[in-house]
């Protein structure tokens, strides 16, 4: 079994800046892919940005320029900066891993989100 753990989440106001934090533990051989989602109300579970073992990040449009994913999949950890906040990016954020287990096995697994409220 494997848990992430978030921490960072709260009340921001629009133009402020926000440093969510994830972190993997349990059974695992390694960890392919890390990043953050976000859900808002009455929306469906969205990408925000990843990043591999390999160090290559990818992000949404809508974030992109303003939000920064760095971490360490070898350290089992996955940061999200959030600078320039806006309304819009108000949302539950969950982490999300992609994870080969102590078993060899494929999984993924997700945080128990941390709520993100820009105020404007």
């Known amino acids: 079994q494997v848990q992430l753990v978030e921490s960072g989440g709260g009340l921001v106001q629009a133009g402020g800046s926000l440093r969510l934090s994830c972190a993997a533990s349990g059974s695992i051989y390694t960890i392919n892919t890390m990043g953050w989602y976000r859900q808002a109300p009455g929306n469906q579970r969205e990408l925000v940005a990843t990043i591999t073992s390999g160090d290559n990040t990818k992000y949404a449009d809508s974030v992109k320029g303003r939000f920064t994913i760095s971490g360490d999949t070898a350290k089992r950890t996955v940061y999200l900066q959030m600078n320039s906040a806006k309304p819009e990016d108000t949302a539950v954020y969950y982490c999300?891993?992609?994870?080969?287990?102590?078993?060899?096995?494929?999984?993924?697994?997700w945080g128990q989100g941390t709520q993100v409220t820009v105020s404007s």
């Open positions: 999300h891993a992609e994870v080969i287990s102590s078993d060899y096995v494929l999984y993924d697994y």
